[in-house]
Structures are given as C-alpha cells and as structure tokens.
C-alpha cells in the first residue's frame, strides 16, 4: 500500500521556510498543536496516482476474469460441474454387461489421459433406485419456457398424482436451464420460505457423436410433506416466483406424457483430476416400469467447484483435464454415443430450444 505523509498547516501558523521545502520538511507534524485539516498539492496528487492505480487494477482484474467475456455469468456462483453422455440403448440388451464394457472405455480414456481411476467396490459399484415423474401444464408452458418440473421418490405412490401414502417421501425441484448462465432466474425458482430448500447453479457439458454443448443450471430442490393440489396455482405454493410466469394458475400440472420412471443410478467409481480434484461417475438408466429394458442410458462424471468458482485458478486446470477426459471419451466410445433429443426430450418428445 502507498501512503503520503504530506500535509499542509492550515491557520494561522508561521510559514514554511524555503530551506524547510527544499529537505522535504513540508510533510512534518505541525508544532503548534492544531490539526491538520487538508493536504498539500504534492499529497493531493499522490492521492490520485494512488486511486488511478487501483481503478486500473480493478479494471483489468475485471477484463481478464471469465465473466467479462460473458456480462450474465457471475462465474463465482457456480458449484459444481458435470459432463453427460446420452448413450445408445440398443447397446444395452444386456444391461450389466453393457455398462461393463462402456465403463472399460471410460477407464482406457482415463489411462491415456494420464489419469486414475479408483473403483467403488466389485462392478458395477453403488446402486441406487428411485422413481421419478416430471411436471407441467397439458401445453408444456414449463419447458417451452426453458424450466423443468421434477418429483423424485423411493415408491411409485410419491411421484404420481392420487398414488401418494400418508407418508410422501418425494423431492421436488424446480430447474432453468440456458446456454447462458441467466441468475435473474434464481427469483423464478427458489421455494417458498417456509420450506427447507437447496438451491444451486451448475454447468453441464454435453457431448453428442460429435460436438460438445454447454448448458448452464439453476436449480431449487425441496422436500414434499404433502401432495401439492393438481394445478398449477398448487405448485406456486411450493415455488412462488413461478407466478412471474405470467400463465393461468387454473391450468392442471400433470405428470408430462403420464410417464413414470423408475430411475436406476450406478456410480462404478471415480477419476482423480490430476489432484486438483475428484470427479464422481454416474450411469442414469431410466426405465418404464413394469418393462425391464431402458429407453435412456447416461454416463456422467461431476466435481465440485471450490467457493470462488472460476475464480480460483485450480478450477482451470481441473476444466482443462475433464475436457481432456470428456474428448477422449467421446473419440474412443463414439460407437456408442447416441444423436438427436436429450434424456428429458424423450420424455417430452417434442424439440425446444434451450431445453435439457
């Protein structure tokens, strides 16, 4: 920090000698007890110099960071991180040893990347199942609009309308998603105070047979203690700022399609980003109960950000691996990447832009 010691008697006192001005003797504590009240010219200017400095340095601290190429992102909002791969399901005839052998390419990319992998137990790892349905008007007024209903649950009965026990154990999140990381939408999603919610932003990266897209997330998750009434004046109650939405609240919510999926999560293992940090390994399999055969089978691998987001310099370099990893994926498991809609698209079955 630069400090200025000059300052400049103001009152009555005896003037400075030239002798004193030439030692520099004008910036001394004056002797007669008064306070000092201005500076001088000299200090003034040092002033100046010093907050030009500053502004300067804030200036470019501020082109240089990621959010300056982007004016929407506020990049230190950011938590977490996810790569998506949306795979083939003819090549999942037989579900077990096909995502045994799509996970062998997994760890060969990582190998040659310079990467290791650490399993989580015997393949295929740890298994969890859940159900899940998602939510909208009969016109799909949610997802043209780039927001996605989501309920998650342990049974069937706590995801579908008049299913539901006396004891609904179901989350549900409300999700915006565009190229474009838009935060003016976290008032669109966040719950209702009273509810216990988690709100996060997050960046997904897909990557097709050939390209890699980038989609940015804002997401509100709450527990439900009771079914939400089945229109859309219902779910307000849940996520009031859907209200901005400007749609008729009498509309009915509905499960989309009246589709309900019985989610099956495998997480094989997890690949060391070079020590900077660990990224988790997911296989989505969605299937339509009763049937047994999937129709969606994602692999994904997730890290989180530390506070700072981009921030921090270590996130660039652990972007910079995943990516490394995420193409090499691609490039070795491109028999297996399936083309067209998102996992979500399939449920919807119709294209919107933006939409996941």
Known sequence: MIHSRSDKHLGNSAPISATAQAKGTAGHAPTDGRPRLGAPRSGRASLARLVFVLLLAQAVAGALSPSAANPSQDASSVSSRECKILLKVERFGDLAAGLREFWSLVEAAARQEGLTVKANGPFPGREKTRYVAFYDTPGFDLYRRGFILRRRGETPEDVMPGRHNDHLRCDATLKFRHPELQLEQLATIQPDHS?????????????????????????????????????????????????????????????????????????????????????????????????????????????????GGYLNHKVDRAQETANRLLKAIQRIGAAWIATGQTKTGLIYQIEVAHAE
């Open 195 to 307: 509810l216990k919610g988690e709100t996060k932003v997050e960046e997904d990266v897909v990557a097709g047979p050939a390209g890699i897209r980038q989609v940015f997330s804002l997401s509100s998750k709450v527990k439900l203690k009771k079914e939400p009434t089945p229109r859309l004046a219902g779910y307000i109650k849940v996520f009031p700022g859907l209200a901005r939405l400007n749609l008729d609240e009498t509309l009915a919510m509905q499960p989309v399609r009246g589709t309900l999926i019985r989610e099956y999560s495998i997480s094989p293992g997890s690949i060391d980003l070079q020590g900077l940090t660990t990224a988790e390994t997911t296989f989505s399999v969605w299937t339509r109960p009763p049937a047994q055969r999937p129709f969606v089978v994602e692999f994904s691998f997730a890290y989180d950000l530390p506070p």
